[in-house]
Structure formats: C-alpha cells, structure tokens
C-alpha cells in the first residue's frame, strides 16, 4: 500500500486535486508534465501557514514598541503606534496593513545589527506563547500545509515563502518551522545602515522600510528574488493581499495549481472574512482550489 502523502487532509475534491496535479507534475511525456526546472511553488505565509489572529509580528513588537514610546513621546502619536499600543488591530487589516506592521518592525530593530535582530526573534520563538492558543507559537503551524510542502518537495518542488512579512523575521524560523531555507523566503524588507572604517565594516538596521511584498508588491518580489513564474501557489482570505501572486501563476506555460485557504472554523481555529470579499470572488473567476479548513482539514495544527 501507498502512504498517505496528506494524512491531515479529508478526502475530498481538494486533496484529489493536489495530488492529482503532482502525479501530472511529475509524470514525463503526459499532459500534465511540469519540468523539473519550473516546479516552483510559493506559500504566503501569515494565515496560510500559520494561523495569523493576531498577527505574530505585532505581538513580537508589542512590549517594544510601548518601552520606545514611553521614552519618546513623538513616536507615540504615530498612528501605527497608536493603534497597537490600543490593541486596535483592525487598523493593520487593510490593504496598507502590512505597510504598518513593517513600520513598527524597523522601529523596534532600527540601530540593530542583522546577528543581534535574528537573537532577538529566535529569543521570542523560544519563549513566547500564542495569547489565546495558548501555545508556543510553533504549534500554531498548520499540521496540512506543512504536509502539503513536504509532498511538494518530495516531488522535486522547490517550496518558498513569499509573505508580506517581514523578510527577516521570517527567516529566522523558516528553516526549523517549515523547512525551508532563508534564502528561498520573500517577504518585506527594511533599510540598512553601512559604514566601513579601518578595514571593518558595520552594519545596522535602519528605521526606513524599503520595500513591502503584499498585493501587487508580491509578484514583484518573487521577479526580484526568484527570476520565474511559480506553477503553486497558496494564499488565504483576509485582505485580498494574495489575489496577484494567485493570478500571476496563470501566466506559466506549464499547468499550474491555486490554492486559497478560507478561514471558516470558528471553534479549531479562527473564523473570518474579508469586507469585500475580493479573494473568494478572484477564486471563482480563476477557478481556484478554495480550502475549507473546517471541511477540508482532519487537523489543524503541528503537534508540540
């Protein structure tokens, strides 16, 4: 007997379809045949794979941010300030939300060097707790995506991030959380500050954002990091921020898969929508694959 190769997903139209497509990825001369050389997959990852109520860089910036506004008074009328510091996280929800979340990440990192920054976020993975899960934050991973990256790259898939998270934050974990290296996550990135003197040179992270890797910032990004059309792609409902990476992997000349994860299981994880509903409808007009966690998933999330 063949194992399972997605033992955490119910059988259904959406796990035939998965695998479906790798058996024609990777079946040489049938119709579905993918070379070896474009089996790129790309995974956002806030809410895609890992549950993103709330989101896990403000939390990471949380107690930070409050100690720099206590000392400045100025940054505290910052409206990104403002909201996290009121627990307001509607405001980073929108369109320009990961814009925000990046503003306070440069905040709280901006004087750091990269060494000491990646020590500081693999210091809050080691100790802190999901606020309402109650869990370390790694056993708020989705036990079937992290299947489903597997069976891709079991299958000479090459599986990268491409988030509108922050790129470094991101690749401090993504290695032991997902397996995949730091150099294959795209996300979005500050500033650095460069000085070299007496043969030495030293760097720092700055507070200026350079660039954001949401929305259409998303297809620019994998151009940017990865040079090629990926053939996989998986992204969730939440602020249509998934919707061009989506579409764009239409454009490959090889066949290719559209995953979005809707978030519909209000008691196992979290149950929400979008205002406008863009995601769902640029599903149905793409005929993508719409995952129903309620439906579609037997569990949840990664074991301790």
Known sequence: MIADPLPSWREGPNKKAIIDYVTAATTEGGPGHVPSEARFAI???DGTLWAEQPIVQLEFVGTRVAEIAERKPEVAADPAVKALLAKDLAFFKGKDGEKHA??????VSSGMSPMAYEKEVEAFFANARHPTLGVPYRQTTYQPM???LQYLRANGFQT???????????RAISGPFYGIPPEQVIGSSGSYDVALGNGQVDVSKSVATARVNDHEGKVAGL?????KVPVFVAGNVRSGGDIAQ??????????????LINHDDGEREFAYDEENGASLAAARAGQWHVVSIKDDWERVFADP
């Open 102 to 107: 990046m503003e306070l990440l440069a905040l």
């Open 146 to 148: 992290i299947e489903l």
């Open 246 to 259: 989506l579409a764009y992997s239409q454009a490959s000349p090889h066949p290719s898969f559209q995953l």
């Open 160 to 170: 990268w991030i491409g988030s509108g998270g922050g790129i470094d934050f991101m």
């Open 43 to 45: 995974f956002d990852n």
């Open 223 to 227: 151009l940017l990091h990865a040079g």
